[in-house]
Structures are given as structure tokens and as C-alpha cells.
């Protein structure tokens, strides 16, 4: 049974659109920036392939916080897993000019107590992926810009 179930997962990695990199909650590997980043950039390819596939980022968490969304050029929610937030302007966010500007990156800002990561790469010209993650899931140190504030 348990060779089975290698053998199946093994073949769902070749799928295309199921052939991302599971982090956090779906491996006992620790979460790390350049697995984030790793899996980021699996992701963008498997979109570029199969638009689709942002629905899959709906369930799909990185630790136990991490969360995928897609913003427009025009700072617009192209997806986001609350699917109320999928067309809202972010232009006015405080932080969304820097990840438009930079289109690539990781920045850090501090909500509450907390500190939160906000990591971004390009899908294509007008659309950017977004994971955005609390600190306290990922146990090393991150290279990130600190977010300017308005």
C-alpha cells in the first residue's frame, strides 16, 4: 500500500498543474525562503501552462499562515483563496507601489505584533504572484526589504 501511494504521488508531480513543490503543512520539511521561492516559481510555470491552476492555490497554505494571491498591473485582485477580495483595487494599500514597482522580492512589514513576509515574482507582464506568510513560519533568517510605510 505504502509503495502505491509513492508511486501515485511521484506520478501527480508530473501533472501538469499538480507539478508544484509542497511546503509546510504538506511535508515535514521546514519552511524556507528558497523553498518558498523554489515553489513560487513552479507555481508561475504551471500557470503559464494552465491558467486553472490558480484555483488550486485556494486550499493551499505554506506552514501554518502562508497564503498565495495574484495582483493586476492596475493593483487589482486577479485571485486571492477570499474569493470577495478578486477584482478589489489594493492601490491604496501602503505597501503595493513597492511590490508593483519591484515585481520581484521579498518584503517585510509589521502588522500588530507580528512581522509578516510578503514574497513576489512576475507570473507575466501584468500579473504578480504574492505569498505572504508570518514570520513565525519560517525558522531561519529571511532577506527581505523592510516595506516602506506612508
Not at 512576475?122 to 527581505?144: A, F, G, K, R, T
Request: charge should be positive; hydrophobic fraction near 45%.
Amino acid at each position: 500500500m505504502i509503495r502505491f501511494i509513492v508511486i501515485l504521488n511521484l506520478f501527480l508531480l508530473f501533472i501538469p498543474g499538480i507539478s508544484m513543490i509542497f511546503t509546510g503543512c504538506a511535508t515535514k520539511r521546514p519552511v524556507t525562503s528558497d523553498r518558498i521561492k523554489a515553489e513560487m516559481a513552479a507555481i508561475i510555470r504551471n500557470i503559464a501552462t494552465d491558467r486553472t491552476v490558480m484555483n488550486s492555490l485556494r486550499e493551499k497554505r505554506v506552514g501554518k499562515t502562508g497564503f498565495y494571491y495574484v495582483l493586476g498591473a492596475d493593483a487589482r485582485v486577479v485571485f486571492h483563496p477570499r474569493q470577495a477580495l478578486i477584482g478589489t483595487s489594493f492601490s491604496k494599500t501602503w505597501f503595493v507601489s513597492q511590490l508593483l514597482t519591484r515585481k520581484t522580492g521579498c518584503l517585510t512589514y509589521t502588522l500588530g505584533n507580528r512581522t509578516h513576509f510578503l514574497f513576489f515574482s512576475p507570473i507575466n507582464d501584468s500579473e504578480i504572484l504574492c505569498l505572504s506568510i508570518v514570520s513565525e513560519d519560517i525558522p531561519q533568517p529571511v532577506e527581505c526589504e523592510a516595506a516602506w510605510v506612508r
